[in-house]
């Protein structure tokens, strides 16, 4: 059963830096893609970031490319999310997702199959 785990939200400031990890276990994740979402309140899911295990494609949302790296530690079984200069509108839950498939990270939500419980990210101005 594939279990995820986010961890390393928290409240920061404006300008600063955070870094997300998503432990992954139960299954063999070489053909699985990885994504992080984010839920602000009041908002839908959307697409923060997405890695494939194999390979390493990645893919980012247009709010956070220049801002935000996803990567991986196979050893560890762990995917990350850095994230630079944080702004305000980057408040919410951030959750990590996962998918098998040898594609590069789907953008919807609807495509992934496990989630992770979420952690929250607060930037304060």
């Known amino acids: 059963q594939v279990q995820l785990v986010e961890s390393g939200g928290g409240l920061v400031q404006a300008g600063d830096s955070l870094t997300l990890s998503c432990a992954a276990s139960?299954?063999?994740?070489?053909?699985?893609?990885m994504g992080w979402f984010r839920q602000a309140p009041g908002k839908e899911r959307e697409f923060v970031a997405g890695?494939?295990?194999?390979?390493?494609?990645?893919n980012y949302a247009d709010s956070v490319k220049d801002r935000f790296a996803v990567s991986r530690n196979n050893a560890k079984n762990t995917v990350y999310l850095q994230m630079n200069s944080l702004k305000p509108e980057d408040t919410a839950v951030y959750y990590c997702?996962?998918?098998?498939?040898?594609?590069?990270?789907?953008?919807?939500?609807?495509?992934?199959?496990?989630w992770g419980q979420g952690t929250q990210v607060t930037v304060s101005s």
């Open positions: 890695i494939r295990w194999a390979g390493g494609i990645r």
């Open positions: 997702a996962a998918k098998s498939s040898w594609a590069a990270p789907p953008r919807s939500a609807r495509d992934y199959n496990y």
């Open positions: 139960g299954h063999t994740f070489s053909n699985f893609a």
